[in-house]
């Protein structure tokens, strides 16, 4: 198995809507795991092109109860890759999501909601 850290941060609630039971955000995820098979001589970290991740192995983490998510791509796909000399992988990108979130407005204008943005990864 590989330990795989991971960080997270809100960049924005752009809605909520009661009438879907969702809302939207941009979150940016940072993960970091080790890969041995990349170590390499030196004491600088390499800061890889984004379209490089096609030849790594990353982590499958997914959105649960996501309705539709998308990576940013202006100009260029948010992604960065950076390795370090002992072979840890830094891996973050940019994502807005739609999320589906139960809300109970039976209490409405004095209800109160939680809505949550929990991450996952497939086992095999």
Same mark, same amino acid.
């Given at each position: ?43 600088? @970290?390499? /800061?890889? #092109?984004?379209?490089?991740?096609? +030849?790594?192995?990353?982590?499958? !983490?997914?959105?649960?109860? =996501? ?32 999320? @589906?979130? /139960?809300? #109970?407005?039976?209490?409405?204008? +004095?209800?109160?909601?939680?809505? !949550?943005?929990?991450?996952? =990864?497939?086992?095999?």
């Amino acid at each position: 198995p590989v330990s795989i850290g991971m960080s997270m941060d809100i960049a924005s609630i752009d809605t909520i809507s009661e009438i879907n039971m969702d809302y939207t955000a941009t979150i940016f995820l940072r993960q970091r795991w080790t890969d041995e098979r990349l170590c390499f001589d030196g004491n600088k @970290s390499l /800061s890889l #092109d984004g379209r490089l991740v096609e +030849m790594l192995w990353v982590p499958d !983490t997914f959105i649960v109860d =996501s309705k539709r998510s998308f990576l940013h791509d202006v100009t260029v796909e948010n992604r960065l890759i950076r390795i370090y000399p002992n072979g840890t992988v830094l891996y973050a990108i940019r994502i807005t999501t739609t999320v @589906s979130c /139960s809300m #109970d407005l039976t209490k409405y204008p +004095m209800d109160k909601q939680t809505c !949550t943005l929990q991450l996952e =990864s497939c086992k095999t």
